[in-house]
């Protein structure tokens, strides 16, 4: 079984930074894409960031270019999110996601099998 344990997540004022990780267990972390989605209050689910199975391809959501960093480490089996200068619209509860079907990440939420609970991020102004 395969799970997927976020965390990190919690409130900052705008302009902060915040560090998400996510630990996998059950499933050769090597071998899984990784993703991070969010969804704000009163939003459908959205794409954030993902990296492929080595690290070497990320992607990102345009909103979060330049300020956020997805990187992995496969001897932790964890994926990270550095989130940086943090702004109100940022606020939501951030889920991490595996797919274990590719090698390269996606943007697309079915294409990931297993999910975390998620992790509340809140911006202040």
């Known amino acids: 079984q395969v799970q997927l344990v976020e965390s990190g997540g919690g409130l900052v004022q705008v302009g902060g930074s915040l560090r998400l990780s996510c630990v996998v267990s059950g499933r050769a972390f090597s071998l899984l894409a990784m993703g991070w989605f969010r969804q704000g209050p009163g939003k459908e689910r959205e794409f954030v960031a993902a990296?492929?199975?080595?690290?070497?391809?990320?992607l990102y959501t345009d909103s979060v270019k330049g300020r956020f960093t997805i990187s992995r480490d496969n001897a932790k089996n964890s994926v990270n999110l550095q989130m940086n200068s943090l702004k109100p619209e940022d606020t939501a509860v951030y889920y991490c996601?595996?797919?274990?079907?590719?090698?390269?990440?996606?943007?697309?939420?079915?294409?990931?099998?297993?999910w975390g609970q998620g992790t509340q991020v809140t911006v202040s102004a």
């Open positions: 990296i492929s199975r080595l690290g070497a391809s990320t």
């Open positions: 996601a595996a797919d274990p079907n590719v090698a390269v990440p996606a943007i697309t939420e079915a294409k990931y099998d297993f």
